[in-house]
T-cell receptor
Framework: GQQLNQSPQSMFIQEGEDVSMNCTSS?????WLWYKQDPGEGPVLLIA?????ELTSNGRLTAQFGITRKDSFLNISASIPSDVGIYFC???????????FGQGTRLTINP | KAGVTQTPRYLIKTRGQQVTLSCSPI?????VSWYQQTPGQGLQFLFE???????NKGNFPGRFSGRQFSNSRSEMNVSTLELGDSALYLC????????????FGPGTRLLVL
């Protein structure tokens, strides 16, 4: 089945640093979503992308929908302790009413 | 507005048993989806119900089934449990808009011994 390759799997950074993670696939997606999951909670939507090349920001978060429609990245600027968690990308294939998720990026921040 | 609620939050079962998990969607949401989350396979789509009918299905064996009631509440059942069924089961609800509008519940953590 379709797979999303998300990298890196984990990141250990200092507070204040910028973070970058990405997802790639061999399939074309018409929607890309980025979620954050805290321990004991379900994923929460951060950013939704709908068009190739689209660049969208949500506070310190910025995400882009790749031109080829096969990839997306998420950047977090000036990280703070509450950014700790697992970040997931998810893609929706054209015509499909379900999401394919990446394996997640676990972000750890050293104060 | 109350969020998606799932019960129970934690469950321990033994192999061969069956289990039923419950999900109450956000008021007004008529679609409920179920996902399985494991460290090895990540988040995988199980199925989606809308107006008491299964509308989409993932690639899981028939041991995994679900249903939706007229009040949009949904249940998921797993029969003949296997060790590999140990996972966090997440429910998500949405009004019939895009998938980006779905909201996840906190999940039910199932441990099969």
């Amino acid at each position: 089945g379709q797979q999303l390759n998300q990298s890196p799997q984990s990141m250990f950074i200092q507070e204040g640093e910028d973070v970058s993670m990405n997802c790639t696939s061999s399939s074309i997606f018409n929607t890309w979503l980025w979620y954050k999951q805290d321990p004991g909670e379900g994923p929460v939507l951060l950013i939704a992308l709908y068009k190739a090349g689209e660049l969208t920001s949500n506070g310190r978060l910025t995400a882009q929908f790749g031109i080829t429609r096969k990839d997306s990245f998420l950047n977090i600027s000036a990280s703070i302790p509450s950014d700790v968690g697992i970040y997931f990308c998810a893609g929706q294939l054209q015509g499909a009413q379900k999401l394919v998720f990446g394996q997640g990026t676990r972000l750890t921040i050293n104060p | 507005k109350a969020g998606v609620t799932q019960t129970p939050r934690y469950l321990i079962k033994t192999r061969g048993q069956q289990v039923t998990l419950s999900c109450s969607p956000i008021s007004g949401h008529r679609s409920v989806s179920w996902y399985q989350q494991t460290p090895g396979q990540g988040l995988q789509f199980l199925f989606e119900y809308f107006s008491e009918t299964q509308r989409n299905k993932g690639n899981f064996p028939g041991r995994f089934s679900g249903r939706q009631f007229s009040n949009s509440r949904s249940e998921m059942n797993v029969s003949t449990l296997e060790l590999g069924d140990s996972a966090l089961y997440l429910c998500a609800s949405r009004s019939w808009g895009g998938l980006e509008t779905q909201y996840f519940g906190p999940g039910t953590r199932l441990l099969v011994l």
